[in-house]
């Protein structure tokens, strides 16, 4: 059982994530700044990812070997994507272009990340290497005023394409 999820209106959606073994990586706290993540394993033992570790986590998503996630952080009147190694502690930004930064999804070899961004007029979908070798690449932009509010990368198979979803 779930406990510690924030309060109805805290956010949108509930943000959590599955591993491909099953272990959950859910944010908890009261409201939307006293969030804490922690891993759920398959028995129900809940442990924190770091003690302490808590501020305004948005779209976790775990990469596809379980050893970093990808999230969105608002610090001021900003959000921004940010990458933590789970086998380390450490975490880095992703994101510096941009106020809005969100709805990361790993490429299926853990590569490259895809993002929605306001570094354009509207939202778009960018990708980077999650090392970040390389600059952002517009993926999709949009002339009009619908904007795009979630990417994610299919999970198989090297042809593997980009889905948008507006």
Do not use: C, H
Request: glycine fraction near 10%; charge should be negative.
């Amino acid at each position: 059982m779930l406990q510690g999820l924030p309060s109805p209106g805290a956010f949108d959606d509930a943000d959590l994530t599955i591993s491909v073994d099953g272990t959950l990586w859910y944010v908890t706290g009261q409201n939307a700044f006293d969030v804490e993540p922690v891993w759920v394993s398959r028995s129900g033992t809940a442990t924190a990812v770091k003690a302490g570790w808590s501020r305004r986590f948005t779209y976790p998503e775990l990469s596809p070997d379980g050893t970093r996630v990808a999230f969105g952080a608002e610090i001021g009147n900003e959000t921004q994507l940010w990458i933590r190694r789970l086998d380390k502690s450490t975490e880095a930004i992703f994101t510096r272009e941009g106020a809005v930064n969100f709805r990361p999804s790993w490429s299926s070899d853990g590569r490259s990340v895809a993002y929605i961004s306001d570094r354009g007029r509207n939202y778009d979908i960018l990708v980077q290497p999650a090392d970040q070798s390389a600059q952002p690449k517009l993926l999709l932009g949009r002339d009009s005023e619908m904007s795009i509010w979630e990417v994610v990368y299919p999970r198989s198979g090297p042809q593997s394409r980009l889905q948008g979803r507006s």
